[in-house]
């Protein structure tokens, strides 16, 4: 990707309200990038709790609705207290979001910039609070899909995310707070939904949101303007040295700007949808009996950490292997692989395809990743850390859907047989023609 020197912005109006225009100086010319106003309230409900759902509708919409949670009531004394506005959980990263709405008028600027420090600390202060009281005791927050997920505090790290919805913020303003002793930023409800729409990723926002907490705060309304800051920063950084032997051999390097400067999936939609489609067909379907929500939620994070500057090539590839799978005798299967390995080894992502689905091939597939995890183990020496997410396709030949996908994550210690060991490694490591593999015939009852 090309270096970014420089950015300007400027601003004109757009049917009555402001959009805002960033005009970015390149070696090759200038590049645009428009940010339209933050997504419409709610007609039929209150300017605050309106806000508060506009907010909820971007992260769900853009990002995944498995993600977003409802607050949940505490304890508290003789009453009960509501924990956020909203909060965002994704892996072990999560943001208590408090959304702050200017229901009247807008007053002189010295007034504005008054209360936007005021309505800013006390959502601080707010943030602070939840995540005290969800370190002294766990509570039960409800996603998008109405599902619940029980959230022990100490268990992820947290920033404090003010939102305010506020139409006139007056030029250059910037919001201020007592230090919460924990990561806190104040954006805009533009510079949020500029934030989802950006990325289409919960995971790549939450690691912005607490990059960007890092440094000193910006003038509300102008985040998208140090997002392509650091986007043109890191698309000018040397790529990051990385211990190859951790991924095993065949492996390569592969590197891309953590930020992408070009809106996630501007070059191939249908490619890069590829990577939301799989999180809906996982957030979909029925669990088994040994698993719970939480498992669900983990193998969504560790699909969401996919870089979203890697996404439509994943996405291209997937569609090709869904295309070339097929085409193989009756009798055989053609396996086609992906596998990223995070830059310390400890985390792998595997996206497959393969001819057609049964209990075999789904047998096979769930020994193939605990291979895998069990390899990992072995070359990082920390099995405790390690963790080994599996998505196959299978294409579908019925018309209902065009494929379906099968999810294995393990994690910890590798707990394989010697026996099963080497039955693994005989069938998985070996050097197949064209990438097929023969298998037994299955049984005449098997789906």
């Known amino acids: 990707m090309e270096e970014t020197k420089s950015s300007q912005v400027s ?32 007609a039929d409900v209150e300017p605050g709790p309106g806000a508060e759902m506009a907010t909820h509708t971007a992260a769900a919409t853009w990002g995944l609705p498995d993600f977003v949670f409802v607050p949940a009531l505490a304890q508290k004394g003789s009453g009960r207290r509501e924990l956020g506005d909203r909060i965002l959980i994704a892996g072990r990263r999560a943001a208590v979001v408090q959304v702050k709405s200017r229901t009247v008028a807008p007053k002189a600027e010295d007034a504005e910039r008054a209360w936007i420090n005021k309505v800013a600390g006390k959502a601080v202060r707010q943030a602070k609070g939840t995540v005290r009281m969800l370190r002294l005791a766990e509570a039960e927050f409800v996603n998008g899909r109405g599902r619940t997920l029980t959230v022990r505090g100490q268990d992820y790290e947290w920033i404090a995310v003010v939102v305010l919805d506020h139409h006139q913020v007056p030029a250059g303003t910037v919001a201020c707070w007592e230090d919460p002793g924990m990561p806190a930023i104040a954006v805009t409800r533009r510079d949020w939904d500029f934030l989802f729409d950006q990325l289409r990723s919960t995971t790549a926002v939450l690691d912005y949101l607490f990059r960007a907490a890092g440094q000193p705060q ?16 890191d698309a000018a950084a040397a790529p990051g040295s990385v211990d190859t032997t951790l991924v095993g051999e065949g492996g390569r390097l592969w590197s891309s700007p953590l930020l992408p400067q070009v809106p996630a999936g501007r070059d191939d939609t249908h490619a890069h949808l590829m990577t939301r489609i799989l999180l809906e067909d996982i957030a979909r379907s029925p669990l088994p009996a040994y698993a719970t929500e939480a498992d669900r939620h983990l193998m969504l994070s560790d699909l969401d950490r996919l870089p979203v500057s890697a996404r439509t090539e994943w996405g291209q590839l997937l569609l090709e292997m869904l295309d070339d799978v097929p085409n193989v005798a009756q009798d055989e299967h053609k396996w086609r692989f992906r596998r990223q390995v995070d830059s310390d080894g400890r985390r792998q992502l595997i996206l497959g395809c393969t001819t057609r689905f049964s209990e075999l091939v789904q047998r096979a597939f769930s020994g193939y990743v605990q291979l895998r995890q069990h390899e990992a183990v072995e070359r990082t020496g920390d099995p405790e850390n390690v963790s080994t997410l599996g998505v196959l396709l299978t294409p579908r030949t019925d018309g209902l859907r065009p494929w379906d996908t099968t999810a294995v994550r393990v994690s910890g210690p590798s707990d394989l047989s010697p026996e099963e060991l080497e039955g693994y490694r005989s069938l998985w490591n070996g050097t197949f023609e064209d990438g097929r593999v023969r298998f037994p015939a299955p049984p005449a009852s098997t789906p």
Request: net charge negative; hydrophobic share 45%; aromatic share 8%.
């Open 11 to 42: 601003w004109r109006p757009v049917n009555g309200r402001a959009e805002l225009t960033l005009i970015v100086d390149t070696p090759r010319g200038l590049f645009m990038r428009r940010i339209p106003d933050a997504l419409p309230l709610p």
């Open 218 to 233: 910006a003038a509300l309304d102008d985040e998208p303007v140090r997002y392509y800051e650091l986007a043109a920063a």
